[in-house]
């Protein structure tokens, strides 16, 4: 017997008190000392992946603010993240973004060696201190870890709440994805001119898809606009998580755009019916009805295409697009096979910049196949398939952070130009942006202690 097909959940309702969001908040040291101390240090960040520490003693460090975290791969299999810094002299303990060390990390300051476990194991001249020797006194100072969805995620707060209970809803969804065994297939990743939060606004809303991506004006239809999901607020799904997260659902815009004038059906949706058997020819003048026949045709040679998470998702996921915003700084778009990663770390010292991440993550069956026209299955810009793709590091102004993106980039930039006038008297808001400000509640509450 076949196992009933999932069906998509229902978040539950939340009241916004409404928020003025002053300019302030993107521009002042002040307001970013308050969020440091009371919302960033306190609350889960996503930080390195799983399976790029697959042997014991291999390691990340990313940055996050002011602070390095240290993430190593231990001799039982788990991950312990620590701060990146020696218990001597406050020297980092290493400066690369990842690599192995087997047997103990050694500070190039005084020669201190850490085991992997964050042990100090050895330092010189250990009978010269007079409070006695720092070896079995002294450790790394470890940060909460856990990991979910073949991500490392870290907390500076020693008596936070378990991931789970952070993530809430989001738990149970993203285990059904399997996404803990996809691979990433771009990672661009850029300091941006403008705080955190400008970057976790846009990707708050869907308002600005028409005008910013598609070259909308005022009188254009915004039902009909050409793009790969449906972005009009009447028909997406506008939910938000007890927790503080996001999610925004829109319907495979497949009605719009993927015709010739005749109505014939052009790529790239033509690939990706022939790939999943269906006949573009079928749906000559009916584009709108491609959806629902994906979605059944998925259903049905999904699992023999490899596509073995297609068994555990709703039919909605198979097709639409499932954007989340995780609060504080994470956004993912999670498509039928692809994730694409959206993330901004505030600057160790300046509320005016930000490190901003566009990655992408793909299935492994859509990794390996191609469609007729030589792009892959996957919405994805996928690599060769035999490993993740490096970080390509790059530099504002000079290169592109990627497709689409660069839109939005170049609207963060003369945005935070705009918010530091004396002219912006604070955000006025849609009902579709009661996300961005339900989000700057959140910060508030945080900063307050009601959180």
Request: charge should be negative; include cysteine; proline fraction near 6%.
């Amino acid at each position: 017997m076949n196992a009933p097909i999932p069906t998509l959940d229902a978040w539950p309702e939340q009241t916004i008190r409404g928020h003025s969001i002053s300019g302030s908040r993107y521009t002042s040291r002040e307001f970013m000392e308050r969020e440091w101390d009371g919302m960033w240090t306190r609350v889960w960040l996503l930080l390195g992946r799983a399976a790029e520490l697959p042997e014991p003693g291999d390691w990340q460090m990313e940055p996050v603010g002011r602070e390095e975290i240290l993430m190593v791969r231990q001799q039982d299999g788990s991950i312990k993240a620590f701060y990146n810094v020696c218990q001597h002299r406050g020297n980092p303990l290493v400066d690369d973004s990842k690599g192995s060390n087997p047997r103990r990390f050694v500070c190039r300051y005084h020669s201190w060696a850490f085991l992997p476990d964050g042990a100090l194991q050895f330092a010189p001249d250990k009978e010269d201190f007079p409070q006695g020797n720092p070896c079995g006194k002294l450790r790394l100072a470890e940060v909460q870890c856990e990991t979910f969805a073949g991500f490392i995620w870290v907390n500076m707060d020693p008596e936070c709440a378990p991931l789970k209970d952070h993530l809430g809803p989001i738990w149970d969804e993203w285990q059904a994805r399997e996404v803990g065994t996809w691979q990433r297939t771009m990672a661009n990743t850029m300091w941006l001119p403008c705080n955190w939060k400008v970057v976790l606004d846009n990707f708050n809303e869907s308002y600005h898809v028409p005008t910013v991506h598609m070259g909308a004006t005022p009188t254009t239809d915004r039902t009909a606009i050409a793009g790969g999901i449906n972005t009009y607020f009447k028909e997406t799904q506008f939910d938000l998580a007890n927790e503080g997260h996001a999610r925004m659902i829109m319907k495979g815009g497949y009605g719009a755009g993927v015709t010739d004038a005749d109505g014939n059906i052009v790529e790239p949706l033509a690939s990706l019916l022939t790939y999943w058997e269906l006949d573009p020819a079928d749906f000559k003048g009916r584009p709108e009805d491609t959806r629902e026949a994906l979605q059944r045709a998925k259903r049905a040679l999904g699992p023999d295409k490899g596509y073995s998470h297609y068994a555990t998702v709703p039919d909605e996921q198979l097709t639409d697009a499932f954007h989340y915003t995780l609060f504080p700084n994470f956004a993912v778009s999670l498509w039928a096979d692809g994730f694409h990663f959206l993330r901004a770390r505030p600057h160790p010292t300046d509320p005016e910049q930000c490190l901003f991440d566009n990655w992408w993550y793909a299935s492994p069956a859509s990794v390996e196949a191609e469609l007729d026209d030589g792009t892959s299955a996957t919405e994805s810009l996928t690599a060769d398939g035999s490993d993740d793709v490096q970080v390509k590091w790059l530099t504002c102004g000079e290169d592109s952070i990627g497709p689409a993106i660069e839109d939005d980039v170049a609207v963060f930039i003369t945005q935070q130009r705009g918010v530091r006038s004396r002219g912006f008297t604070g955000a006025y808001l849609s009902g579709q942006e009661m996300r961005i400000s339900r989000y700057h509640e959140r910060i508030d509450d945080y900063i307050d202690g009601t959180l």
